[in-house]
């Protein structure tokens, strides 16, 4: 049985999905192969640019195609694309996963939470203390999980090549990285990725576990690939499809590269989904694919690796000294190599010649020099490694962090805001649905409870508007007799809501600041007129 999935947008397609499949079955002309194939080989001239990228910075992000994980790599002749993909990517981790406190909180609308405790006014500060140590079960997941070290390996894949993938499965506190050539996407007219194809190169002996190694066994003797055990084949090859459907959520299924199906596709919400959306640096509307920030600067870290190479080899004839010797002369080699200082030899000082680099050469390496030093003041500054916000310190404030994300922001030109809203939201959607299947969270429905993202994006907004509060505040205080106009209850609460802490329990209403305000005046009424009233009760008394 299959099920025919249409899709419009920038590709039309239709594609046979085999749902309930048992996983002995197999699919017509190696579907997921051949799909991943033909989409692979429309970018082949972009993986190329990928690549050109990777060697320019990092070599190990995206090696040479058909190169093993065993052979050595070429090494740039500089280090400054490493540090400044390493550096942004740093950067980038800190912000979206910040390490001193929650980049989110848990709420509810304040409508609903109204309805819901109608009948019981007190049940509100109950839910209210349940979504904050649901929060903080969330946090310590987090903090406990290789998140933000995945997050930065993903992150130096988006800046290099424009693309990042992450995979998050219900294991706890998982989360890997698939390298952009190991995936193919496609894309909706509004950049929703609507088919994902994975390929997984496996080593049947040691990284399949016994039932998914029976099943994979099955397969292949199926297919013909082996007769006896699977131990006897080669690294086998594993397409994941995640294909979305009508309904607005994804079916998953694997295949081998002979078309065999290991698991039958499974119909899941996009929080169920263990692949998060494919990340992209740049955004190009013509392809489903990114542009990465180290090909906006391709032509200057070329011509930086050119010069490079050509300042390092200069250097390295400097140091190169040769004695030449007239074959035709008096003088004899073996005297004049095995001579030590001071000894007196038969020969002719014509006969001898040493030879070495002439001036040329230093004039090379200044005029080299000369190009160096511009174009690596350009891409350290376009790679934000000029820019010293953060303190060297073990523990960075909320306000060190907020103006570093606005830096980041406003430098990158909104890419920042990008990377925000592409993976801080579906990342916390997953972490969320991963812990209510733990049964460690309280389970009031994705309706009613709404995680609201403090960091990042939104507390760039609140940011700015707290600057801008302050600045009105401030010009108005200036003006002599202004302070009247300024309702303090008022001023006092929008600081609390831009700097996004909840405000209940803290905050004096106007109805309580007077009857405080009275009960200081009677008594200071009663203190001022007390000395009076002791004199008269002594008076009083010796009468």
């Not at 994804?250 to 998060?276: F, H, M, N, R």
């Not at 404030?397 to 801080?424: K, V, Y």
């Not at 401030?474 to 006092?492: F, N, Q, R, T, W």
Request: proline share 5%; net charge negative.
């Amino acid at each position: 049985m299959t099920q025919s999935v249409k899709r419009t947008g920038k590709h039309s397609l239709s594609v046979n999905v085999p749902t309930g499949v048992q996983p002995k079955s197999a699919t017509p002309d190696n579907a997921a192969k051949a799909e991943f194939d033909r989409l692979d080989g429309l970018r082949h001239d972009r993986v190329q640019i990928w690549r050109d990228c990777s060697a320019l910075t990092i070599p190990t992000l995206l090696p040479p195609e058909g190169h093993n994980g065993h052979e050595a790599l070429p090494t740039p002749y500089q280090g400054l694309g490493a540090r400044a993909v390493n550096t942004l990517a740093s950067k980038l981790t800190l912000v979206l996963l910040p390490p001193a406190a929650p980049f989110f909180k848990q709420q509810v609308d304040k409508s609903i939470l109204s309805e819901l405790t109608k009948d019981n006014p007190e049940a509100a500060d109950v839910i209210k203390q349940q979504l904050i140590t649901d929060a903080a079960i969330i946090n310590d997941s987090i903090n406990e999980s290789n998140a933000r070290v995945a997050l930065f390996r993903a992150l130096r894949h988006e800046i290099v090549t424009g693309q990042g993938l992450l995979y998050m499965p219900d294991k706890p506190n998982t989360l890997k990285v698939i390298r952009p050539d190991k995936f193919v996407v496609q894309r909706d007219g509004e950049g929703t990725f609507t088919k994902l194809i994975v390929k997984e190169i496996i080593d049947p002996v040691t990284e399949i576990d016994p039932e998914k190694r029976a099943l994979l066994e099955d397969a292949m003797q199926q297919g013909g690939k082996v007769s006896a055990s699977v131990d006897a084949a080669n690294d086998t090859d594993i397409y994941t499809v995640v294909q979305l459907i009508a309904s607005g959520k994804y079916l998953i299924w694997q295949e081998t590269s002979i078309g065999t199906v290991l698991t039958k596709a499974q119909e899941v919400d996009k929080a169920d989904c263990p692949y998060l959306p494919p990340l992209r640096w740049t955004i190009d509307d013509e392809s489903d694919y990114g542009v990465g920030h180290v090909q906006d600067y391709l032509g200057d870290w070329r011509s930086y690796e050119g010069f490079s190479e050509m300042a390092l080899k200069g250097a390295a004839s400097l140091g190169k000294v040769l004695t030449l010797l007239n074959p035709n002369g008096t003088t004899n080699i073996d005297d004049l190599v095995n001579s030590e200082t001071g000894d007196v030899i038969a020969g002719n000082e014509e006969d001898v010649h040493t030879l070495s680099s002439d001036g040329k050469v230093n004039d090379l390496i200044t005029a080299i020099q000369s190009q160096v030093g511009p174009l690596s003041q350009r891409l350290q500054e376009a790679f934000l490694m000029t820019s010293a916000i953060q303190r060297q310190a073990e523990r960075v404030t909320a306000e060190e962090i907020r103006t570093l994300a606005e830096d980041l922001d406003s430098s990158l030109g909104g890419m920042f805001s990008a990377q925000s809203l592409d993976f801080q939201r579906p990342f916390l959607a997953r972490k969320i649905r991963i812990l209510e299947k733990q049964k460690k969270l309280t389970n009031y429905g994705s309706d009613v409870v709404k995680p609201k993202i403090i960091t990042g994006l939104e507390a760039l907004g609140r940011g700015h508007e707290l600057a801008k509060l302050q600045d009105a505040v401030g010009l108005v205080m200036s003006v002599p007799g202004a302070e009247v106009y300024i309702d303090k209850g008022g001023y006092a609460a929008r600081i609390f809501e831009k700097l996004g802490v909840e405000a209940d329990g803290l905050l004096l209403s106007n109805e309580q600041v007077q009857e405080m305000q009275e009960a200081q005046q009677l008594d200071a009424a009663v203190a001022e007129m007390a000395p009076g009233l002791t004199q008269e009760a002594v008076k009083q008394q010796g009468k």
